[in-house]
């Protein structure tokens, strides 16, 4: 189990970890980023198009409902 951070600065701090890290070829790192992008979306942070285009960019081979 992992807990996300309240704070929505620090869950775009921990997101552009991860993001970093898939890119630098982690691929376990789908389910942390998700979790992050549907809080950041729940906070109004983010709108579904942003949700999509960065799962789409990082995930490619990911299914997106």
Known sequence: IIFLPNNPVKLFYQLTKLLAATKAGHSNTYNQVNAIL???????????????????????????S
Do not use: A, G, H, N
């Not at 999509?52 to 990911?62: A, D, E, I």
């Open 38 to 64: 549907q809080r950041l979306l729940e906070l109004k942070l983010i709108t579904t198009d942003k949700y999509k285009k960065v799962l789409s960019k990082y995930f490619p081979t990911k299914r997106l």
